[in-house]
């Protein structure tokens, strides 16, 4: 099981499974790591990365490189962008724009791309052993979200602030079954040396950012992803069909660990 350790508690000298009480016994100790990170292999050079296609409405800013793979350059729409052989580039990009139908060795390097997408997709959708499984009914507003493997079988409405609060190398993994949507002006906010780049959202169905709204960490999404006027994703963006931005932001984090 990936990432899945369980240390047992030691009750007045029975040992148990964790999370199991045996009589009226106190535990000793009980301790749980947090999760493993997602490895994005090559996805990780990318601020937004998709299968079909890529849209702007201006002017929206993309802090990081973009691409899309199998879909061709006439599916990155809005952007302005100019030809340069292998790239393009646009004002709203500050780096790069790359498609499958670009000079080599652009196809083959988009191809890579998608495919430790999806693979690292895979990964996050396969962890096993929830530390938090169904909280708040997926109805998140005000919650203080510690570091871990979060699951919900349901979709995932956010109506207010939330707080994700933990050190410097701590890591969340959070996988949703159904869909995850961020309501108008709520933001994810960081505590204790939190960091964008260790925080993983695994989303089964669409990802919805509300106007203004704000979001941290690096989104899986099976489908597609949406933001809203103004909203912005501090982190990364990849979906397996398209990325819809509405004068919004996507700011990559600092570079993965190897």
């Known amino acids: 099981m990936t990432g899945c350790i369980r240390i047992t508690r030691l009750l007045s000298g029975v040992l148990g499974f964790a999370g199991c009480s045996i009589g009226d016994a106190t535990p000793i100790v009980a301790t749980r790591p947090g999760p493993p990170p997602v490895d994005l ?24 490189d973009i691409g899309i793979s199998p879909a061709t350059e006439s599916l990155m729409t809005g952007f302005s962008q100019t030809r340069v052989i292998a790239y393009s580039t646009s004002q709203q990009v500050t780096g ?22 999806e693979t ?27 570091p871990g493997l979060y699951k919900w079988n349901t979709r995932v409405l956010v109506m207010s602030d939330v707080t994700v609060s933990g050190g410097v190398d701590d890591l969340w993994v959070f996988q949703i079954s159904g869909d995850l949507v961020v309501n108008y002006a709520v933001n994810f906010i960081l505590a204790g040396g939190a960091q964008p780049k260790n925080i993983f959202w695994q989303v089964a169905g669409t990802v919805t950012l509300g106007t203004a ?14 933001l809203n006027t103004g909203a912005r994703i501090n982190g990364r963006a990849f979906a397996q069909t398209s990325v819809a931005l509405d004068k919004a932001i996507v700011t990559e984090p600092a570079l993965q660990l190897a």
């Open 41 to 64: 292999g090559s996805a990780a050079n990318y601020a937004i990365l998709a299968k079909s296609g890529i849209s702007a409405i201006p002017f929206s800013l993309i802090v990081g």
């Open 96 to 117: 790069f724009m790359y498609a499958a139908d670009m000079a080599a060795p652009t196809p083959a390097k988009m191809g890579a791309a998608i495919v430790d997408m």
């Open 120 to 146: 690292a997709y895979a990964d996050a959708a396969g962890r096993e052993c929830p530390d938090h499984l169904d909280d708040f009914s997926g109805l998140l507003g005000g919650n203080l979200l510690l």
């Open 213 to 226: 709204s704000r979001v941290e960490g690096i989104i899986l999404c099976k489908t597609s992803i949406t």
